[in-house]
């Protein structure tokens, strides 16, 4: 190479030459890649009959691999097994040759076997050696050390075996075995230390911890990768076993425990301050100890209930680092691991302090005495620890400091929840009961219909955490993120078009819908828990109808229309309530009832928003009144024509008539049936002309204004209502009047239909009018037949069939120009 060259002239020079290699060297290791495939390919011989070579399944690595290892285990057995079964046999002299010999053997062979190359061996032969180390130990305390403690032998030999380990691990640190080894060995000196001294779970737990975090700062410092992965598990197992200790004692003994615990928790906050990777996992069960030691220092000094208080509020100051520790610049990763063991222990408090809710908002549901029996006028819901209100409380309040949705959403939910354990929980009488709960739902509904003072504070919908604080500094508006992202600096190229995403929902709404639900439930109950007292079902019904109307007003969307339901449902239980306290009877209820889907009809002609749903809670609440007065038909029939009569009111409206007009007709009809039923009418044609003279003029008006409407749809069904069981009655009829009007209706039909070309008219008068007269005619039939000679008939019947075939063309052309004429009518 020309040093006389620049440096920047010197510089490309060497890169190309670079190049070139890097070209070169691709080529070579594709033309290797080549030749092994080609050397270990099996090859099949070119027939038939000859069978395929067998392939490889393991390489020579690995074989070699599993023949050493096979080879050391082999060894390490027969070792044992010569200490153990055949040491008795030789003299003292001969015992130290042995071992000694063995083990300095298997010590420095892998020296020799590491200069020659042969790695795989040289492992094997030293975890032979190491095996033959432990056996040396025991050894020698077998012979000269048999008078010594075992635990406390054990302890110092495995503080002995770790050294030396680790000096020859290092010595030979090709060798990937003895520095893990050493760090097995060293979890033990401690722990067996303890053991041997004659310390209880304390003791052995501040060993186990003083040798974690040994195990730790081997973690953090030493460099193989298999060293920190056999101290990470060692860390794990016996720092977990001292804190478990050391919660078991914030129980037990809570002065004992702490100091165990905190010391614990200082050392998993500092593996997580110094490792990234576990800082998570790390924090979280530092934040776990520091509560449990704190908490159970906490336990000891509180009364029995208010423990568990104490326990969150530990808890909230731990969670709170989330926030604070970001201005002390604490890694995010310990931020979010603290955080989320205050968070989960918070949990845990919260779902302690959920019975009393629970019994609060479902337990006037489960009702086991009769309504208005007056027996809760006392204290009602059962009893429950009164510190669950403060636990509600503390949590509820700091939720609502955080300027976040989901903290805001949390705080109303437990501020629901507060109010609604705070009768169970202190034990209120029935008036203050009923009262708290009618003011919760007050209060719930008021949010629903204004959450815009629980979104202060709140980032708007599309704008991150950073651009709000940067904005806060600043005074600017913060700029909305783009639901797209940023551009692409491609984004002009034939790039596809990102797709559109759902807008983020509105605080207020999600705080209004969550208020709402809160507020239904209180007002569920209310009504259940007002049932025990006549005075209070009055009281809490119209309370309830006045708030559901007030959302109804006030709302919007669907929490209007739910409103306006449930409005309509109060106005049902006021009503029904009414009714129960004059004494009316099922059927005068029913009547009574039908005051609400009236009350529904002036409410949808005003009220166009809720209009719809409220008329179909109405005609439900309509149907209950036909319900209650089913038992007494001429009440049933007084409550069909009275809905009638609100249907034809209703059908006013334009945006109605269709099908409140049919509506109405059909309630007029039921009740003139209801009506005719409790006469005791029998005659068929006073239940079908009703229906049959208005179907026909309906029929007659669709056709003068569609003339190519089909007389089927048209008369069809009107004439078939009243010919087809009057036809049927006739048949059973033995008097001659019924059959006699059939016959001349059913001729008058035919006529008209004949005369206008109607197909319905013609066919179904004319059917009806044969099978009346075949009625009619049939006994005389029989009579003759009777009297002639028996074989006049079947001489009729031959030349009947004589006379259809020899006109059996001119019959075919006939009864086709009868089909075409019917084909024709309309």
Same mark, same amino acid.
């Given at each position: ?76 057995? !027969? ?268 949990? +845990? ?47 509820? !309040? ?6 976040? +949705? ?41 949010? !629903? ?71 239904? +439930? ?7 828990? !007002? ?232 066919? +179904? ?62």
């Amino acid at each position: 190479m020309d040093n006389s060259l620049p440096p920047a002239d010197e510089l490309v020079l060497v890169d190309r030459e670079l190049a070139q290699l890097e070209v070169r060297r691709n080529q070579l290791l594709t033309r290797r890649a080549w030749l092994v495939q080609v050397l270990y390919q099996p090859v099949r011989p070119v027939g038939p009959s000859w069978p395929a070579a067998p392939v490889a399944d393991s390489t020579p690595r690995s074989a070699q691999n599993v023949l050493l290892t096979l080879g050391g285990t082999l060894l390490t057995i !027969a070792a044992v097994a010569f200490t153990l079964v055949s040491w008795g046999s030789m003299g003292i002299g001969g015992r130290a040759a042995v071992l000694c010999a063995v083990t300095g053997a298997a010590l420095a062979a892998p020296v020799a076997l590491l200069r020659r190359g042969l790695g795989s061996t040289a492992e094997s032969v030293a975890v032979l050696g190491l095996v033959l180390t432990v056996l040396d130990a025991y050894a020698l305390h077998r012979v000269a050390l048999a008078d010594t403690d075992g635990l406390g032998y054990a302890a110092v030999a495995s503080a002995v075996l770790a050294g030396a380990w680790a000096a020859y691990g290092t010595a030979l640190s090709r060798l990937r075995v003895p520095l893990p080894a050493a760090v097995v060995a060293a979890q033990l000196p401690l722990p067996l230390g303890v053991l041997a001294a004659g310390g209880g779970p304390t003791a052995f737990a501040w060993a186990a911890l003083v040798t974690a975090a040994a195990d730790g700062a081997a973690v953090l410092w030493a460099r193989p990768l298999p060293v920190r992965v056999t101290a990470g598990v060692g860390a794990a197992v016996l720092g977990g076993w001292a804190l478990l200790t050391g919660g078991w004692l914030s129980f037990s003994s809570p002065w004992s425990g702490a100091p165990l615990l905190l010391v614990g928790a200082a050392v998993c906050l500092y593996v997580a301050w110094r490792t990234p990777a576990v800082a998570v996992a790390a924090s979280v069960v530092a934040g776990l100890a520091a509560l449990a030691a704190v908490g159970g220092l906490l336990r000891s000094a509180l009364p029995g209930d208010w423990e568990v208080p104490g326990y969150v509020l530990c808890a909230l100051v731990l969670a709170s680092v989330w926030r604070a520790g970001a201005g002390a610049r604490l890694p995010r990763g310990v931020r979010a691991g603290l955080a989320g063991a205050g968070a989960s222990v918070t949990a +845990l408090g919260l779902s302690w302090a959920l019975p009393p809710v629970v019994a609060g908002a479902l337990g006037p549901l489960a009702r086991t005495t009769d309504v208005w029996s007056g027996e809760h006028a006392g204290p009602v819901l059962g009893s429950h620890p009164a510190t669950a209100v403060p636990v509600l409380a503390v949590v509820a !309040a700091v939720l609502a400091s955080v300027p976040r +949705l989901w903290a805001r959403c949390g705080a109303l939910v437990l501020g629901w929840a507060l109010l609604t354990a705070l009768p169970v929980s202190l034990g209120l009488p029935y008036a203050a009961t009923l009262a708290l709960q009618l003011l919760t739902t007050a209060g719930a509904l008021w949010i !629903a219909v204004r959450p815009a003072p629980l979104t202060r504070g709140l980032p708007r919908p599309g704008v991150s955490e950073g651009a709000e604080q940067a904005a806060e500094k600043t005074g600017e508006p913060a700029p909305a993120a783009s639901p797209a992202g940023p551009a692409a600096p491609w984004s002009g190229w034939a790039s596809p078009r990102p797709r559109p995403q759902a807008p983020p929902a509105e605080p207020g709404t999600v705080l209004g819908w969550i208020a709402y639900a809160g507020g239904l +439930l209180s007002a569920g109950g209310a009504v259940a828990l !007002a049932l025990d007292v006549r005075v209070a079902t009055f009281v809490v019904l119209g309370a309830v109808l006045g708030l559901l109307a007030g959302v109804a007003v006030l709302g919007a969307g669907a929490r209007r229309v739910v409103s306006a339901c449930g409005a309509v449902l109060a106005a049902t239980g006021l009503v029904l309530a009414g009714a129960a306290a004059g004494g009316l009877e099922g059927h005068w209820a029913g009547v009574v009832l039908l005051l609400v889907p009236a009350a529904t009809a002036v409410v949808g002609a005003k009220a166009r928003p809720v209009a719809l749903p409220v008329e179909i809670t109405g005609a439900a609440v309509g149907l209950c009144s036909v319900g209650l007065a089913g038992s007494r038909p001429a009440f049933l029939a007084l409550v069909l024509a009275l809905g009638g009569v609100i249907a034809a009111a209703t059908a006013v409206r334009p945006e109605r008539r269709r099908f409140a007009s049919w509506a109405a007709a059909g309630l007029f009809l039921l009740a003139a049936w209801v009506r005719l039923g409790a006469w005791g009418v029998t005659t068929p044609e006073a239940y079908t002309l009703p229906v049959t003279v208005p179907a026909l003029v309906v029929g007659f008006l669709r056709r003068r204004r569609d003339p190519e409407a089909s007389s089927w749809a048209a008369y069809g069904p009107g004439l078939a209502v009243t010919l087809l069981p009057s036809l049927g009655a006739a048949w059973t009829d033995p008097e001659w009047v019924r059959p006699l009007v059939l016959g001349v209706a059913a001729l008058v039909v035919t006529l008209l239909g004949a005369r206008f070309r109607l197909q319905a008219l013609l066919l +179904l008068g004319g059917t009806v009018l044969a099978l009346d007269g075949l009625h009619e005619l049939a006994p005389y039939v029989v009579q003759v037949v009777g009297a002639l000679p028996r074989w006049l008939p079947p001489a009729l019947a031959g030349l009947l069939l004589l006379a259809v075939g020899a006109t059996y063309e001119q019959r075919l052309r006939d009864a086709r120009r009868l089909r075409e004429r019917l084909a024709r009518m309309r």
